[in-house]
């Protein structure tokens, strides 16, 4: 059975403090990681998919990367509008569903 | 271009009652798939369905049923609710059937069973 662990379950930051958040999985076979942020009351915002061990991608103040094990989600001089709840997702060879971790609740404070 | 749109936002129902929840796709996206989110934890599977066929199940009971129409939008339907039935219901869509492209979700129905 495929498992995605999330840690820290909540994370407190201060703006422009950067940190990094942890995905870590177990999947017969991994076809994509996917990371996804979503905000209260709203639906998941896809942000990544990274295929393969030393992969990684970037978006602003977001970088992605990706081992055999797990994926970190780091976050640059971050500011109060990234305070969101980040879910990591993986996908197993040939499947098309995605099973989530239970996500990283993210507050920056000004 | 729109979003993944989903009808209604909010819904209160009663034990026992049936809902139905609709979802209509990015335009040119064929491939939809349910999940359902309770508070404090992450999206688990419900259906997918790609080009009107059911093409995969989670493990929900047979209460939990849904369809999809020739222009690709979706119901999912819940028979005899339970109080453990309230959360957020997600719809997604992507194309290709999903291998290679990512899901795009919408903002959900919220569902309350009291």
């Known amino acids: 059975e495929d498992q995605v662990t999330q840690s820290p379950e909540a994370l407190r930051l201060q703006e422009g403090e950067s940190s990094s958040l942890n995905c870590s999985y177990t999947?017969?076979?991994?076809?994509?990681l996917f990371w996804y942020r979503q905000d209260p009351g709203k639906g998941p915002e896809f942000l990544f998919t990274?295929?393969?061990a030393g992969e990684e991608k970037e978006k602003e103040r977001l970088k992605a990367t990706l081992t055999k094990k797990e994926s970190f989600l780091h976050i640059t001089a971050p500011k109060p509008e990234d305070s969101a709840t980040y879910l990591c997702?993986?996908?197993?060879?040939?499947?098309?569903?995605?099973?989530f971790g239970k996500g990283t609740m993210l507050l920056v404070s000004p | 271009d729109a979003g993944v749109t989903q009808s209604p936002t909010h819904l209160i129902k009663t034990r026992g009652q049936h809902v139905t929840l609709r979802c209509s796709p990015i335009s040119g996206h064929k491939s939809v798939s349910w999940y359902q989110q309770v508070l404090g934890q992450g999206p688990q599977f419900i259906f997918q369905?790609?080009?009107?066929?059911?093409?995969g199940r989670g493990n929900f009971p047979d209460r939990f049923s849904a369809r999809q129409f020739p222009n690709y939008s979706s119901e999912l339907n819940v028979n005899a609710l339970l109080l453990g039935d309230s959360a957020l219901y997600l719809c997604a869509s992507s194309s290709e059937g999903a291998y290679n492209s990512p899901l795009h979700f919408g903002n959900g129905t919220r569902l309350t069973v009291t």
């Open positions: 990274l295929y393969s």
């Open positions: 369905y790609y080009e009107k066929e059911e093409r």
């Open positions: 997702a993986v996908q197993a060879v040939g499947y098309s569903t995605l099973t």
């Open positions: 999947v017969s076979g991994l076809r994509g």
